[in-house]
C-alpha cells in the first residue's frame, strides 16, 4: 500500500510568521512531489512541485525534498490570513500507465490568525 | 493558462436517477484526465484515468457500471453517476494533464453531488 502522510492539524500560526508543513511518503522510488492548497468547498490548486533533493524556492513558498528521508516539506513565510486552507502533499511514483497517477495525502489544516 | 472547468458546479438529484458531469480543459489539450472523489475531511481519492479516445482505467473498488467515463476529445471528459444512492453523495474532482499522466495535473472546480 503506497501511502502518503500528513500531520492533519490543525497547525495556528500567527501571521508574518513561517508555517511549516510536512509530508512523508512510503514508496522510496517515487519521483515527483507536489503541494497543492485546497479552501474549504473548492478543489486543489497547484503550489509548487519539487522533483530533485533540496529546496526549491517560488515567492513567499519554498518546498523541500530529501529523498533518503522519504521527507517533502513546504515553508509559508509571511504567513497571511489568506493562507488559510488545507496543503496537499502529493506524490507520483513515476512515468506512464498507473505510475504516473497522483497519490495524496489527507492534507494538513493551516490557520493563520490576524 | 492550465484553466479546467467542470459542470455543473453542484447538483441535487433523487436516488435512482443518473447524473453527469462535465470536465472541460479551456486553454489546452488533455490528453489524460482524472476523476477524483472526496468525501468530507477525507483526501481526494483517484476513481479513474482517461485517456482520449481509449476506455478508461479504474481505480480498484470504483464499479465502472456505476461511473461512465467518456472522454470523446482533447478537450472533454464526462463522468456519468448512474443510479445514483445517497452514498455516492460527494466532491467530485476533475483534473487534467497534458501529457500521459506524467505533466502536472491541473484541477477543475469541483461538482458537489448530493442524492436525496
Known amino acids: 500500500q503506497k501511502e502518503v502522510e500528513q500531520n492533519s492539524g490543525p497547525l495556528s500560526v500567527p501571521e508574518g510568521a513561517i508555517a511549516s508543513l510536512n509530508c512523508t511518503y512510503s514508496?522510496?522510488?517515487?519521483?515527483?512531489f507536489f503541494w497543492y492548497r485546497q479552501y474549504s468547498g473548492k478543489s486543489p490548486e497547484l503550489i509548487m512541485f519539487i522533483y530533485s533533493n533540496g529546496d526549491k524556492e517560488d515567492g513567499r513558498f519554498t518546498a523541500q525534498l530529501n529523498k533518503a528521508s522519504q521527507y517533502v516539506s513546504l515553508l509559508i513565510r509571511d504567513s497571511q490570513p489568506s493562507d488559510s486552507a488545507t496543503y496537499l502533499c502529493a506524490v507520483r511514483l513515476g512515468y506512464g500507465g498507473s505510475q504516473g497517477n497522483l497519490i495524496f495525502g489527507k492534507g494538513t489544516k493551516l490557520s493563520v490568525k490576524p | 493558462g492550465a484553466v479546467v472547468s467542470q459542470h455543473p458546479s453542484w447538483v441535487i438529484c433523487k436516488s435512482g436517477t443518473s447524473v453527469k458531469i462535465e470536465c472541460r480543459s479551456l486553454d489546452f489539450q488533455a490528453t489524460t484526465m482524472f476523476w477524483y472523489r472526496q468525501f468530507p475531511k477525507q483526501s481526494l481519492m483517484l476513481m479513474a484515468t482517461s485517456n482520449e479516445g481509449s476506455k478508461a482505467t479504474y481505480e480498484q473498488g470504483v464499479e465502472k457500471d456505476k461511473f461512465l467515463i467518456n472522454h470523446a476529445s482533447l478537450t472533454l471528459s464526462t463522468l456519468t453517476v448512474t443510479s445514483a444512492h445517497p452514498e455516492d453523495s460527494s466532491f467530485y474532482i476533475c483534473?487534467?494533464?497534458?501529457?500521459?499522466?506524467?505533466?502536472?495535473?491541473?484541477f477543475g472546480p469541483g461538482t458537489r453531488l448530493t442524492v436525496l
Open positions: 483534473s487534467a494533464s497534458v501529457g500521459l499522466g506524467t505533466d502536472t495535473q491541473y
Open positions: 514508496d522510496r522510488g517515487s519521483q515527483s
